[in-house]
């Protein structure tokens, strides 16, 4: 049996930047030797001399990858916590274990949430892929326009700009995040809405705004970027005669359509960078929408409208005074 004594503590918890929690195995069960400062801001207070089991339950923290956390932790095996956060996308933890050893405790160290941050290997997808798309448009037209002229070819040129400099800042936003947004002014959401409408290629879809959405301080560039991106994934994922609807709810807004909506076990990870239900997506979207949401102290939660389609909800949106 593990020791939690304090003079057998060799890791130095309270100096490790990440949350991490000590451990002993008392009669086959893992229970909380200490935690660090960071554990306590990060997932909460917990009591020592419990089983850790129990104190992840009642911090809100589901395991994923083992069949048991009793095992894991015995075994020094890694695995995903997810910690609930009062919306869908929840905090995934990538968990490393130390399994006890000569008397000394475990250690379990909550690593950066995974989907935090853009992964590389994502990054040289959109650069090579995404980018070149519009990079390969825009050379054809140009050299179609020299050619034959017309100014239709460099208007096509134009939208191929303006389509990987959307392209840019949104991976600019997922990666410096507070960097690019300034919530400074108080912003009239509903006419954000309307005018982000205006610069989508929504074809035959629809747009209904509700008159009594709030006046928020915000960054108004990027609370445009916000409802532009929750339009696209509407008429993507909806079709082209969708109906939108954007409406207020008591402590936000929300974007609803009447598509076909999204299965109960990808709400999960809808917002997570990367991840697209369509072969031709980017998976950048919505991640930057719950991006834009955080930044400005926002959540953001996918769930059914009415109609059976795809209801995105704000929270946390406190009115300008």
């Not at 929750?230 to 359509?257: C, K, M, P, Q, W």
Request: glycine share 10%; charged share 30%; net charge negative.
């Amino acid at each position: 049996m593990s020791d939690c004594s304090p003079d057998r503590r060799s890791f130095p918890v309270e100096r490790y930047p990440d949350p991490v929690c000590t451990y002993a195995i008392v009669d086959g069960e893992p229970v909380v030797c200490s935690v660090n400062t960071a554990f306590e801001s990060t997932l909460g207070a917990v009591e020592t001399d419990v089983s850790v089991r129990d104190a992840l339950d009642t911090l809100g923290v589901a395991v994923e990858g083992v069949d048991d956390v009793a095992d894991a932790l015995a075994d020094g095996t890694d695995f995903t916590a997810m910690l609930e956060t009062g919306d869908a996308t929840g905090r995934r933890y990538p968990v490393r274990t130390v399994p006890p050893e000569e008397g000394d405790p475990g250690v379990v160290v909550f690593t950066e949430p995974a989907g935090d941050e853009l992964g590389i290997d994502h990054v040289a997808s959109v650069v090579s892929h995404d980018l070149r798309n519009p990079l390969d448009v825009a050379k054809a037209r140009l050299e179609a326009g020299r050619e034959l002229g017309g100014d239709e070819h460099f208007e096509h040129v134009a939208q191929a700009h303006e389509r990987m400099e959307r392209i840019i800042q949104d991976v600019l936003t997922l990666a410096r995040g507070d960097d690019v947004v300034n919530p400074s002014e108080p912003v009239d959401l509903g006419a954000v809405a309307e005018c982000a409408w205006e610069t989508v290629d929504t074809e035959g879809a629809t747009l209904a705004v509700a008159d009594d959405l709030p006046t928020a301080v915000a960054d108004t560039d990027r609370v445009t970027r916000l409802f532009e991106n929750l339009f696209r994934n509407s008429v993507e994922h909806g079709g082209t005669t969708v109906n939108i609807t954007v409406g207020r709810r008591e402590d936000g807004f929300y974007v609803a359509d009447d598509g076909p909506g999204i299965p109960d076990d990808e709400r999960g990870q809808v917002f997570d960078p990367g991840y697209s239900s369509d072969d031709h997506g980017t998976g950048l979207g919505l991640a930057i929408v719950a991006r834009i949401a955080d930044c400005h102290g926002w959540s953001v939660e996918a769930t059914d409208s009415d109609s059976g389609g795809a209801r995105i909800e704000v929270r946390g949106v406190d009115p300008a005074t």
